[in-house]
């Protein structure tokens, strides 16, 4: 064993994607440790990088495309027939409905997003207009306020007097460099202060100075408060508002109604410490927040986002060192367009970011409307398991006229549609993600394959390359033309293919696998699926050449997108794309007058209408809150299918408060139902001191079928989305409130 080469690549669990070294065996991953070479995360991983084979060789594995036959059951059938039927089922339905009700799903989880972007190819052959993802279910509020405040931010935690955590607990989430590490630096440091706002005392909440324990759901009378206390004690950066925001004045006239001490009391935290915490805020020399699903998945997600990002820019820490910034991007997201909103065919669903609320994609297949999606395309995702409402979800898929899932599994939602491609695992292939929020030396890096594909499964670039062909949208003779540039050389391949798609904007949007075709067979080192990845780099040196030249990235015009591209294309421990200063982060504001913009109508108009008290969704009949989709050490969405990855807490506990479980009537390790207007199922149960009472949990990527040495297929844990409602919901972005389920829980 001693003698087996360690191979580079990244951790695919969550978007912090950190460097790891693995040894096989026989296609096993045997051993897996941090790689310290790696440039972002320098050696750093969680225990769970090193349970991965779970992930790659586990019997979840599909070997064949599956057609599903008239009796529910399906068959194999060879790759030909597979891309025919898909192309010809999706023909079908744009020949007759349209283009636009063909609705694609998916594109990639933590870390492979390079299907996305040749997804997309495939979407532009057959007219696809509508599109989602998961971040529609957690971050669009969130990318919303970005939008009509003017930047996009993460928190320099490293260097911060200050760090807020809000509905988030980076212990078990992680989602900043090195959390673990970074939290205990933070927690032993005397001079710097962690507030930790949450109902839950989690992990991260045990090493808080303050922990603003806040009532379930009433995280915004917390938020607005802290501003108010802001505003009232003049804890204010005023040279800074003065020169570098907007609107000031329309917010504060609507904050001004506020009273610390009434809204202390709806939220359950008392006045003088919401005043300590406000106090530290506006005092430290720097302050960073991070928000995430605790209250993006809770009643007022979105003023939640407005209200958190009031904190650090009215104390002035924008652009700073220890406070918000905004990193270059090597692929920009995080923050949609302002301006006209486009909305979905059926339910005038806001489309932010390009996405459709996933709430309403259902009702918009179930409508009888002109309009009403008719096909799906989803890819390297599972809405039946992972979105709101799986019953409604199961009945939405049973109404389609074609569907087709790419993945490396038989899903749950797989087991609904007409046909399923099995895709190579994220080992198995080029791949890359495009979470990439260092700063100030910003990360991309670029994964080759440590394995060959599982036999029988293709690749996403080559499946779409194919799909694309079957549907006739690529001309052979430009193809040709291409090849012929690319094996001279990239710069004459750059001139003709800049020609030949500037000129017709189709073969713009079938770029990716026209670069795929053409220049990808040229690449070293087998790299063809990352022939996509150029024309990333190309247009992350046209976007922000200063940032990249900052890193040591040589060149002017092309030369310095293709001096990119050759750096993440042959360094295996990640590429330092772009450097940043703090003072840069000015330079990614999109306002018209480059302030931060805090008059932003419509937030101002919910935080004027918030109830004098808390709106309760709890009631005799559901008189509990649960929270959806704990994280703990082990989950991580649903990548891995077995359970046997998990060393404790196989079944997925329901979390409950000791005070609760003595009124039930039941012990650590008892069953009890769970009941809530979507659904009701049994669980083991785990009492825990961590609890508010009233308050429980289940964990997040339970609940999915995993195939029995015998062929039987086993469930383990709860599927918390048979217990979700779709139109319990931000009324604003839609972003399904998970985290805030009304529920009845009964000893068995």
Not at 127 to 134: F, V
Not at 366 to 387: F, Q, R, V, W
Request: charged share 25%; with cysteine.
């Amino acid at each position: 064993m001693s003698d087996q080469p360690w191979h580079k690549t990244i951790c695919i669990l969550c978007e912090s994607n950190c460097g790891i070294e693995v040894r096989l065996e026989d296609r096993r991953m045997v051993r897996i440790r941090g790689d310290k070479e790696h440039k972002a995360s320098q050696g750093y991983t969680c225990e769970k990088a090193l349970r991965l084979d779970h992930y790659q060789n586990g019997r979840h594995r599909l070997t064949s495309p599956m057609r599903r036959k008239s009796d529910g059951t399906y068959e194999e059938i060879d790759w030909d027939t597979a891309i025919s039927e898909t192309a010809a089922g999706l023909k079908a339905v744009q020949d007759q409905h349209g283009g636009e009700t063909i609705f694609y799903y998916g594109g990639g989880g933590q870390g492979n997003h390079l299907c996305g972007t040749y997804g997309a190819a495939t979407r532009a052959a057959v007219g696809s207009r509508y599109r989602s993802n998961a971040l529609a279910q957690e971050k669009t509020g969130e990318f919303w306020v970005n939008a009509h405040m003017g930047v996009s931010t993460r928190g320099d935690f490293a260097n911060s007097e200050v760090a807020v955590f809000i509905g988030k607990n980076p212990w078990q989430s992680h989602g900043l460099p090195h959390a673990r590490r970074t939290l205990k630096e933070i927690a032993n440091d005397p001079d710097r202060t962690m507030i930790v706002i949450d109902p839950r005392r989690t992990e991260t909440a045990d090493l808080a100075d303050i922990h603003l324990r806040v009532k379930p759901g009433t995280d915004v009378y917390l938020l607005a408060a802290m501003v108010k206390v802001l505003l009232d004690e003049d804890l204010l950066d005023s040279r800074f508002i003065n020169d570098k925001v907007g609107g000031f004045d329309e917010m504060a006239a609507v904050l001004s109604a506020i009273d610390v001490d009434q809204y202390a009391e709806r939220c359950g935290v008392d006045a003088d410490l919401i005043r300590e915490a406000a106090r530290r805020i506006g005092s430290a020399a720097s302050v960073a927040t991070f928000e995430d699903l605790g209250v993006q998945m809770a009643p007022h997600s979105t003023l939640n986002s407005y209200l958190n990002k009031l904190l650090w820019v009215l104390t002035g820490n924008f652009a700073k060192e220890g406070a918000m910034v905004a990193p270059a991007q090597l692929v920009p997201f995080g923050i949609a367009k302002a301006g006209a909103q486009r909305r979905s065919p059926i339910a005038g669903a806001p489309i932010i970011s390009g996405m459709v609320p996933c709430n309403v994609i259902p009702s918009e297949i179930l409508s009888d409307a002109p309009g009403a999606y008719k096909a799906m395309i989803i890819e390297a995702a599972n809405p039946l398991h992972s979105l709101a409402d799986s019953p409604k979800w199961r009945e939405a898929m049973a109404a389609l006229e074609f569907s087709v899932v790419i993945d490396v599994a038989m899903t749950e939602t797989a087991r609904h549609a007409d046909i399923v491609l099995p895709a190579a695992s994220q080992y198995e292939k080029w791949e890359a993600t495009f979470f990439n929020f260092e700063f100030p030396d910003n990360v991309f890096t670029l994964r080759k394959p440590i394995l060959e594909p599982l036999p029988g499964t293709l690749a996403e670039p080559e499946i779409h390359y194919r799909l694309c062909r079957e549907l006739g949208v690529l001309d052979d003779g430009m193809l040709a033309k291409l090849r012929a540039a690319a094996e001279s050389s990239r710069l004459e391949f750059a001139a003709a293919f800049y020609e030949l798609t500037s000129g017709d904007p189709m073969l713009g949007r079938l770029a990716p696998v026209i670069l795929y075709a053409t220049l990808g067979p040229t690449l070293p080192d087998d790299a063809t699926q990352a022939a996509v990845v150029w024309g990333l780099c190309h247009q992350a040196a046209m976007r922000d050449p200063v940032s990249i030249r900052a890193a040591g990235i040589e060149g002017e015009g092309p030369m310095l997108g293709e001096n990119l591209f050759d750096a993440v294309l042959t360094e295996r421990t990640g590429v330092v794309f772009s450097h940043s200063a703090v003072e840069d982060s000015w330079s990614r504001v999109t306002t018209m007058d480059g302030k931060l913009n805090v008059n932003i109508p419509e937030m101002l108009e919910l935080l004027a209408a918030v109830p004098p008290s808390p709106v309760t969704y709890t009631s005799a009949e559901f008189p509990f809150v649960l929270a959806a989709g704990e994280r703990r050490s082990f989950t991580a969405n649903t990548i891995f299918r077995d359970p046997d990855w998990r060393k404790k807490d196989r079944e997925g506990a329901l979390r409950i408060s000791g005070a609760d479980a003595d009124s039930l009537g039941v012990e650590d390790g008892g069953v009890v139902r769970v009941t809530t207007a979507g659904g009701s199922l049994t669980t083991v149960i785990e009492v825990s001191d961590t609890l508010r009472p009233g308050h429980v949990t289940l964990p997040n990527g339970l609940g999915v079928d995993y195939p029995s040495e015998g062929g039987d297929v086993e469930l383990t844990g709860v599927p918390t989305n048979e217990l979700t409602s779709i139109g319990h919901e931000d009324p604003f972005a839609g972003t399904p409130w998970h985290k805030h389920v009304p529920a009845r829980v009964e000893a068995v």
